[in-house]
């Protein structure tokens, strides 16, 4: 199993159908499992996907519609019935604070684990963590709405050649990562610059900046695209993306791998969205998501 990989519960938009339940992500990055908008049938997808309540540390709730958020209701219970001994934090729009509430509590339970809320009132940084920097940023959309970017900070790659070059061998290799120079030796020396990778979660939008500064030189963007150019006024008037915007955006970002989601049941042939983010002019890896698939982060460049 990929240490970096996106495992997709569920892919509908405001109705669930035969084929696709309502939406559902997991991130897991390294040892951090972060589920985005669980939707009704979440905690049930998570045990097909073989994602448990101990993967999750964190919860990120993009708006408060249903079909983003209520599942949460069962998640958390499930969090607290299987004792899930670390933290785990909640990401959620402050504005939904009644909302959060109700779903913490919706039926009677005995709490047990941490669970800890910290709502999201305006844009910027969330936490900053070893691993990554999480951030939000307000959408458009008909009730307040936050997208999500992760972004792993840069570092260094060492160079084996280099490295056996200046006789550094075994623990003196972590001594000098540690200290930054070993016996005249810089470690910039003998490592070359590693870019950090770059992820986003684009949910239930119009068009506007903060899609452009989420997705931007993201190596992994999952991204709603409820609507086909045909019912573009209907993406407008509810506060959606079409296909074809999806993919001119990822484009436009410099997006490696755009997953497309949260397709209306008004259609039945999904790989219509895929022609259409093309046609926009997406020349990056493209997946059009499915319950229970995988997606693994894209290899660093």
């Known amino acids: 199993m990929s240490a970096r990989e996106l495992v997709v519960l569920g892919t509908a938009s405001q109705v669930p159908t035969r084929q696709r339940n309502h939406n559902g992500y997991v991130l897991r990055w390294d040892g951090e499992g972060i589920l985005f908008d669980p939707g009704e049938g979440s905690q049930r997808q998570m045990l097909h996907a073989g994602v448990s309540a101990h993967?999750?540390?964190?919860?990120?709730?993009?708006?408060?519609?249903?079909?983003?958020?209520?599942?949460?209701?069962?998640?958390?219970?499930?969090?607290?019935?299987?004792?899930?001994?670390?933290?785990?934090?909640?990401?959620?729009?402050?504005?939904?604070?009644?909302?959060?509430?109700?779903?913490?509590?919706?039926?009677?339970?005995?709490?047990?684990?941490?669970?800890?809320?910290?709502?999201v009132s305006d844009d910027g940084r969330l936490a900053v963590t070893p691993a990554f920097t999480l951030s939000a940023a307000r959408l458009s959309h008909p009730v307040e709405s936050y997208g999500y970017r992760l972004t792993e900070p840069d570092s260094r790659r060492l160079l084996p050649e280099k490295l056996?070059?200046?006789?550094?061998?075994?623990?003196?290799?972590?001594?000098?990562?540690?200290?930054?120079?070993?016996?005249?030796?810089?470690?910039?020396?003998?490592?070359?610059?590693?870019?950090?990778?770059?992820?986003?979660?684009?949910?239930?939008?119009?068009?506007?900046?903060?899609?452009?500064?989420?997705?931007?030189?993201?190596?992994?963007?999952?991204?709603?695209?409820?609507?086909l150019d045909a019912d573009a006024h209907l993406a407008v008037e509810h506060g959606h993306l079409t296909a074809r915007q999806a993919g001119a955006a990822a484009r436009a970002a410099g997006v490696r791998h755009l997953v497309l989601t949260h397709f209306s049941q008004r259609y039945t042939d999904a790989s219509l969205f895929a022609v259409e983010a093309r046609a926009a002019g997406f020349e990056g890896q493209l997946t059009v998501a499915e319950d229970l698939m995988r997606v693994p982060f894209p290899k660093r460049r």
């Open 55 to 119: 993967d999750l540390t964190r919860i990120c709730v993009t708006h408060f519609h249903g079909d983003h958020s209520l599942g949460l209701a069962g998640v958390i219970q499930r969090i607290n019935l299987d004792r899930v001994p670390h933290p785990v934090v909640v990401h959620y729009p402050a504005s939904g604070q009644r909302y959060f509430e109700r779903l913490r509590r919706a039926t009677a339970y005995h709490e047990t684990a941490d669970l800890r809320p910290e709502p």
């Open 164 to 227: 056996a070059a200046h006789g550094i061998a075994g623990p003196d290799v972590g001594l000098l990562q540690r200290q930054g120079s070993l016996r005249g030796v810089t470690l910039e020396e003998v490592s070359a610059p590693r870019r950090g990778q770059r992820f986003a979660f684009v949910m239930d939008t119009r068009l506007c900046d903060a899609v452009h500064a989420l997705a931007a030189d993201c190596d992994l963007l999952v991204v709603e695209s409820t609507f």
